[in-house]
Nanobody
Framework: QVQLVESGGGLVQPGGSLRLSCAAS????????MSWYRQGPGKERELVAT????????NYADSVKGRFTISRDNAKNTVYLQMNSLKPEDTAVYYC??????????WGQGTQVTVSS
C-alpha cells in the first residue's frame, strides 16, 4: 500500500517561504518520478513541479519558476518543495504524487498553504 504524507504547510505572509515535505512508503521510491500539484480555491488543479526518479531533471510551471525548487532524497524516501517569495495566488492545497514507469500515479492527502497578510 503506497502512502504519501505531505507536511510543512501553513499560513505565511506574502514574500515569505515554506518548505513542504512528502514522505513516501510502500513503494520503491528511487524508481518513481515525483511531482507536486496544487489546487487553489475555485481553480483547476495545476502541476507545479516534477522531478525524475534520479533527481537529474526538474520541471516547473511558469507561475513558480525562479521561486520554487523541487528536490528529493532517495535515502529518506522524501521529496521536498522549497517555496520562496510566496504570493497570495500561491494559496492552495498542495499534493504530492508518485508515478512509476508504467505511469501509475498515487496521491497524497494534501497540505494547505495559505499566503496572506
Amino acid at each position: 500500500q503506497v502512502q504519501l504524507v505531505e507536511s510543512g504547510g501553513g499560513l505565511v505572509q506574502p514574500g515569505g517561504s515554506l518548505r513542504l515535505s512528502c514522505a513516501a512508503s510502500g513503494l520503491t521510491f528511487s524508481t518513481h518520478a515525483m511531482s507536486w500539484y496544487r489546487q487553489g480555491p475555485g481553480k483547476e488543479r495545476e502541476l507545479v513541479a516534477t522531478i525524475t526518479s534520479t533527481g537529474g531533471v526538474t520541471n516547473y510551471a511558469d507561475s513558480v519558476k525562479g521561486r520554487f525548487t523541487i528536490s528529493r532524497d532517495n535515502a529518506k524516501n522524501t521529496v521536498y518543495l522549497q517555496m520562496n517569495s510566496l504570493k497570495p495566488e500561491d494559496t492552495a492545497v498542495y499534493y504530492c504524487t508518485a508515478r512509476d514507469r508504467l505511469k501509475r500515479t498515487d496521491w497524497g492527502q494534501g497540505t494547505q498553504v495559505t499566503v496572506s497578510s
